[in-house]
């Protein structure tokens, strides 16, 4: 009986606690920013901890600090506020619908099995990659160059190396690491481009011609994709940082993976550290195009703490006095 009564009263108390964070998402956050285009709206935080969600054309903080993250409206939001803890999360949709959901379930990725009869070398019909066995550890997909495919190899001192269909080592093409990057684009369009890490530490990309973009300027791997609610959305841009604590970067720029240039070069005014986005459609799709379909930011902070967004151009959006 004391095992009923006990369950009964915390099950009245998880649901008494959900149901007042629910009206504190209601009347702190839904009812302030109603009146508002959800697009235009966007994260502020006086110390980095607590949030509020600001109108960009205003410059009007519009809610309390209550949120625990820098979220945006792509095109829902979550709504969890800071120092509370739920297994619920509070969604606010694009017409101010308020829900919550229990969990974020994802389904299960679908085991993908090798077909041995059809090998990944094999890349046209009596045409293969040759490949010696006892000088490569890993090989990768074929890439096609002027009628000639060309694949990414690592050598067995872990090593990278660009070989053609007859097994030759390109010259110019033996990096620390090479790699296929997906979203880059070339003004020739039979170009492929890759990044690369030399073995003296610089970093940049390389054309399959051999022609260098950004090498040695780099200061990370590119990453190409954004997070947003429970999805990655790609746009083309890098966010590049000398130090992945935000308290220690030192410089910090943007870079358009698309055309190999600096969209915001990198610099000491703001520490950048992040790359958000408001769409008024969900993005899933690993295109550039994307950032034709959304408002990018991007996060950052400065010496006084404040941590605020800023545009495309790397000019900073702060609430007006």
């Known amino acids: ?34 009146n508002y285009k959800p697009t235009d709206l966007v994260p502020y935080s006086k110390d980095g901890k607590k ?68 090998s990944p070398f094999q890349v046209k019909e009596k045409r293969k990659i040759k490949v010696d066995e006892t000088k490569y550890k890993y090989i990768l997909e074929p890439i096609l160059y002027k009628e000639e495919y060309y694949t990414i190899a690592t050598k067995k001192d872990n090593s990278d190396v660009l070989i053609n269909e007859r097994g030759e080592e390109l010259k110019g093409f033996h990096f620390r690491v090479i790699k296929d990057s997906y979203l880059c684009k070339d003004k020739n369009p039979n170009e492929k481009i890759f990044y690369v890490e030399g073995f003296d530490g610089k970093k940049g990309f390389v054309t399959i011609s051999g022609k260098k973009k950004l090498y040695g300027k780099l200061m990370n791997e590119p990453r190409s994709y954004v997070i947003g609610e429970g999805h990655q959305s790609a746009f ?29 070069k990198p610099q000491e005014k703001y520490k950048i550290y992040d790359i958000i986005y408001t769409s008024s459609e969900e993005l899933k799709k690993y295109d550039v195009t994307n950032r034709n379909k959304a408002t990018i930011y991007f996060l950052a902070t400065d010496q006084s703490g404040q941590h605020f967004v800023l545009d495309i151009n790397g000019n900073p959006i702060l609430p007006r006095e």
């Open 51 to 118: 949030w509020a969600l600001m109108d960009v054309k205003s410059r009007k903080i519009l809610t309390d600090f209550v949120l625990a993250s820098p979220n945006t409206f792509n095109p829902d939001i979550s709504a969890e506020l800071y120092g509370e803890y739920s297994e619920e999360s509070d969604i606010i949709y694009s017409d101010y619908r308020l829900e919550s959901e229990v969990g974020l379930i994802y389904p299960v990725a679908v085991a993908q099995t090798a077909d041995t009869d059809n």
């Open 1 to 34: 009986m004391k095992r009923i009564l006990l369950a009964v009263m915390l099950s009245i108390g998880v649901l008494g606690f959900a149901q007042n964070k629910k009206n504190i998402v209601k009347t702190e956050i839904v009812d302030k920013i109603k």
């Open 236 to 264: 083309g841009y890098s966010l590049q940082k000398d130090n992945d604590d935000i308290r220690k970067i030192k410089k910090s720029g943007i870079v358009d993976t698309s055309t190999q240039k600096w969209l915001i």
